[in-house]
Every structure is written in structure tokens, then in C-alpha cells.
């Protein structure tokens, strides 16, 4: 839910913070004083378009900052972290900054942000009615999850069964395609897969001669160089007078030494040991210098063969390894496409099974839906008879999916509603009425409460055109809602505001030729004093003190009561 509330240089509001707590929340204020601008704020955070005239006249910028306190199982976590947003804190700081040249930036526990991310992430902590703005449960596209949420388990099962084979059939769908491709482009796939296989086996590559041959290379190109080299190091070992000569007479005088003097025995063992070492190295160094030649033709081959090996990795890998794994992959699909009109015909008979069970699974799941809609349609009017709408007929509209199998089932569904005897059904969107509008919306919040993820509810001036007993409805609905959700909610109705859990005054000051918007929130006693204001105007007088404050006392009761 949302913990506090942060504004700076935004419209008319200087510097702002509010902190809320759970429960229903209402905003007042006279006309003009900056109520909805929090509306607007909050809109900004869940990833609004900004604009230069949300600048406060004067200011470099406007901040907005919103804290939110979110649980363990929310859906957020799994958003953030697949925006590389991982948070093991129970805390979300969302700031949002607009520049005078209005240019905007959002960031999220500290992280910069794109504007697409910062609004899929808002769309999960926040959810705005105005009274003509048709978000959440009034978006049409949406109609179907609400209903599949408000649906039993068994219709929650059939459409996670659905979900899966339908994923299945998509498989198989593009596998048919791609094996009913055109004969001439098969044809010449066909073609340059075979002069690729053709060319990889003709070469008969082994791993790592490569490597092999790149040594060999070497020892050919600066052959005279070795020669003379391992001549020069033989000579100096073998030759008299040289390496294996001095350790030999070492040897003899430390067996002289050892005669007399045992102790030395250590120093005479290892210069014996040097001595066989010696003797070997000269064999092996002899051998070296006498098996070492110049052949310019096998140089020749050798470089024929890397330059065979280096067009080979060009064209089909950087190592012969993955040279020799892409023509394994080439020979596989040669033969799948030799076979492909076998292939072809199990793919479709594959393809049309699927079709029949997800054909009757789609089936088994609008029927589910049907009878989820009509518990629904039940509860709507139930729930708009409380709102004083009792004539409304509510109604949930199925149409076949124009594409045939979506990836939720064959439905087309929208809500629509007749608020009056004798008029017919008309998609909620094109409801007209503010009045009906507001309380729809609410009976909706009030039904799916149990299903919506979203924390935080906020009404803006959604009771315009209500007044007398479907006003009271109103108020008791949204802190009825209040009990589970944070509600917020701006109000010109005194009926709405006394069943507030918090009361936040918006009032407007005019200093230093400057306008300013403040933000108080009441007491008891101030409570009491603005709803006396909204029942009589700008007098309170005693009358419509008593009035409030019996109101106050009236809706504490009711509440305790429900």
C-alpha cells in the first residue's frame, strides 16, 4: 500500500509530504484548490505523461516520490525481476522527476527506468477511477481475465490445461508451415546443404590437427634455424672439454673425496644424477638434430591444408569441433527434408489431434465461463441494487475470438449493462452517465476484491452528479472496500467523507503573490468544522455543526456495524 507521498514544485504545490496509513482516505477541499493535482501526482508515479505546464511557475523541476509498502507474494516482485530490479526489501521508492523543459525521468529503488517499465510496474500498486477514466475492470481487453479470476477452480483448471496444449499446437502449427515451404526454396536449401555437407566431409577433419599442424608449421618454416641450434647445444654438451666432460671429471674427484670423507656422499649422488641426466639429454638431442630436415613440399601440404581449414572455419565454425557439429546438424536436417513429406503428414495428423482436444477443451471452458458469468451477472446487480440501481441489468456478452484459438481459449467477452427498464445492453464503455459510471465501478472494486492484486485504490470525484440515498450507498461501499484496500478518494460529499478512516483538507493561500496548496490532516474537531463547510457552504454555523457531527457519530456506528 501506499506509505507516503512526497510532491515538489508540481502545478501549484510548493512542497508537499503525506503520509497514509491503511483504510479509507478522503481528500476535500473548495473548487480549484489543488485536490485533483494529487490525483495527478499519483498518476505520475504509475508512469503518466508528463509535461513542462506540471512545472510549478518559477521551478527548475517538479519531484513527485511515492514509498510503498508491498508483501512477500506481490506481483511486483516478479515484474522487478525481469527488469533486473531484484529487491529483498518490502519497500518501493518510486521517484519521478519532470524538468521545466519537460523532459522526465523515473527511477525505482534508486534504478533509472524507462517510462514503458515504470507504468508496468505502477499498474500493480495503484488503481485510478476518475470519472470518465476507464481503467483496470473497465478495460475490455481485461473483461475475460476478471471473469477467468472470478471463475471456480475447475475453470481455473480447464484454462491452465487449455494454456498448455494450446502451446503445443502453436508448436505444431509452425512446424507444419516450415515443412509445407515453397518446393523451389526447398529445393535450393536442399542444394546448398548438400555442397556444404559435400565440402565439410571431403576435407576429413580431425579434432585438433589444426593445432598439430600449426606446430609442424613451425618447425619447417625455421627448420635450418633448429638444425643449427641443436647442433650448437649438442656440441656444447658432447664435445670434449664441454658440459658432459666436466661433470665426468666432477665425478671422478668427488669419488676421491668420498675415499676419506663420507659426508659428501649427498653431492657425489646428485652429480652422478646429473651425469646419466646429461647423457640423455645429448641422445635425445642427437637424435633431434639428425631426424631434422628442410622439405619444402611438405610445407607446401602443410600450408594447404590451414588454409583449407582456416575457409572451413570461415564459412561453418571457429573450431573444427563446431565445424564438425554443424555438419551433423546439416546431414539431420538433409534427411529430414528428403523425408519431409512423411514428416509433412505426421506433423498434420499430430496437428489436428491437438486441434480436437484444445477444440473441446475450449469448448468445456466457455461453458465453465457461462456459468462463472452468470453467478457474476448475479452479483453485479446485487451489489448495483445496493448502489441504488436496482432496475440495472448487468450482463456478460460472449462473441467467438475472431482468430479462432487464442492463448486464452475461443471467447470474446464484454461486460455491458442496460441502467434503465427497457433499454438495451450497451458495452461499459460507452456508459455515459458519470453518476452510473462511478457506481459500476465501485460494485466491480467491491466483487473482485478478492481477486485484484492491486493494493491501493484511488476515486477521483467519482460521486459527481450522486447525491441523496445513492450517495450514502456510495460511502458505505468504499469503506466496505476499505476494510481489505487502501482507499483514497476525492469528494465534494459530506455523506462520503464522514465514513473516512483519514480526512486530509486541501486548502488554497495566496502570499507574495504566489499560490500555494496545503495539505492538513484533521482531527476530530476538524472534521467536524469541514463537514459543516461542505453541508452549508462557506458559514458554519451551529446548525450544520450539530449536522456533521452527527454524521460523524452516525457513520462510526455503521461501520462498527459492518
Not at 512542497?15 to 478522503?26: A, I, K, T, W, Y
Amino acid at each position: 500500500m501506499l506509505k507516503e507521498l512526497s510532491i515538489r514544485q508540481f502545478a501549484i504545490i510548493e512542497s508537499v509530504r503525506l503520509s497514509f496509513d491503511e483504510g479509507f482516505h478522503v481528500l476535500t477541499g473548495e473548487t480549484g484548490a489543488g485536490k485533483s493535482i494529487l490525483i495527478d501526482a499519483l498518476t505520475m508515479v504509475m508512469g503518466g505523461r508528463a509535461s513542462a505546464d506540471y512545472v510549478r511557475h518559477g521551478a527548475k523541476k517538479a519531484e513527485i516520490e511515492a514509498l510503498f509498502e508491498i508483501s512477500g507474494d506481490h506481483p511486483v516482485f516478479g515484474i522487478l525481476e525481469e527488469m533486473g530490479l531484484e529487491t529483498e526489501e518490502e519497500l518501493l521508492v518510486i521517484r519521478r522527476e519532470i524538468t521545466a523543459s519537460g523532459k522526465s525521468s523515473c527511477r525505482i529503488n534508486g534504478n533509472l527506468v524507462t517510462l514503458t517499465m515504470l507504468r508496468k510496474v505502477g499498474r500493480t500498486l495503484l488503481d485510478i477511477h476518475g470519472q470518465h477514466e476507464y481503467q483496470s475492470l473497465l478495460r475490455t481487453d481485461e473483461h475475460l481475465e476478471w471473469l477467468d479470476a472470478f471463475g471456480d477452480q475447475h475453470l481455473k483448471d480447464l484454462r491452465r490445461q487449455y494454456e498448455a496444449l494450446y502451446g503445443e499446437y502453436k508448436t505444431l502449427e509452425k512446424e507444419l508451415e516450415r515443412l509445407t515451404a515453397d518446393e523451389r526454396e526447398t529445393a535450393r536449401r536442399m542444394d546448398l546443404l548438400s555442397y556444404q555437407l559435400q565440402e565439410i566431409t571431403a576435407a576429413s577433419l580431425v579434432e585438433g590437427e589444426d593445432q598439430e599442424l600449426e606446430q609442424e608449421r613451425n618447425r619447417l618454416v625455421n627448420a635450418e634455424k633448429l638444425v643449427k641450434a641443436a647442433g650448437d647445444a649438442f656440441e656444447e654438451l658432447y664435445a670434449e672439454g664441454r658440459g658432459g666432460d666436466s661433470l665426468r671429471n666432477a665425478l671422478y674427484h668427488l669419488e676421491e673425496i668420498i675415499r676419506f670423507d663420507e659426508s659428501v656422499a649427498p653431492i657425489f649422488e646428485s652429480v652422478q644424477s646429473a651425469v646419466y641426466q646429461v647423457e640423455e639429454a645429448i641422445r635425445l638431442l642427437g637424435r633431434y638434430r639428425d631426424e631434422l630436415e628442410f622439405e619444402p613440399d611438405r610445407l607446401n601440404r602443410v600450408e594447404e591444408r590451414l588454409d583449407l581449414i582456416h575457409r572451413l572455419k570461415r564459412k561453418y565454425g571457429d573450431t573444427i569441433e563446431s565445424i564438425l557439429a554443424y555438419a551433423e546438424s546439416v546431414s539431420g536436417e538433409l534427411e529430414e527434408l528428403r523425408n519431409r513429406d512423411e514428416n509433412r503428414e505426421k506433423v498434420k495428423q499430430r496437428l489436428d489431434m491437438v486441434g480436437e482436444k484444445l477444440k473441446n477443451l475450449a469448448d468445456l471452458l466457455t461453458s465453465a465461463r457461462k456459468k462463472a458469468a452468470k453467478r457474476l451477472e448475479q452479483r453485479m446487480e446485487a451489489e448495483l441494487a445496493d448502489l441504488n440501481m436496482a432496475n440495472t441489468a448487468f450482463r456478460v456478452a460472449f462473441e467467438p475470438a475472431e482468430r479462432g484459438f487464442t492463448p486464452a481459449g475461443c471467447d470474446r467477452v464484454e461486460f455491458q449493462i442496460a441502467p434503465n427498464p427497457g433499454e438495451p445492453l450497451r458495452p461499459l464503455a460507452k456508459i455515459a452517465s458519470g453518476g452510473e459510471l462511478s457506481r459500476l465501478m465501485l460494485a466491480l472494486k467491491t466483487i473482485f476484491i478478492d481477486v485484484d492484486p492491486i493494493d491501493t485504490v484511488v476515486f477521483d470525484e467519482i460521486d459527481t452528479g450522486v447525491s441523496g440515498r445513492a450517495a450514502q450507498s456510495i460511502a458505505e461501499k468504499m469503506a466496505g472496500l476499505a476494510r481489505k484496500n487502501q482507499v483514497l478518494c476525492v469528494t465534494h460529499l459530506p455523506q462520503v467523507a464522514c465514513m473516512a478512516d483519514h480526512h486530509y483538507l486541501i486548502t488554497k493561500e495566496v502570499s507574495d503573490q504566489q499560490t500555494r496548496t496545503r495539505v492538513e490532516r484533521l482531527d476530530e474537531d476538524g472534521r467536524a468544522t469541514e463537514l459543516a463547510r461542505m453541508l452549508g457552504g462557506v458559514e458554519v454555523t451551529a446548525t450544520t455543526r450539530r449536522h456533521a457531527e452527527e454524521m460523524l457519530r452516525l457513520a462510526e456506528r455503521i461501520k462498527q456495524a459492518t
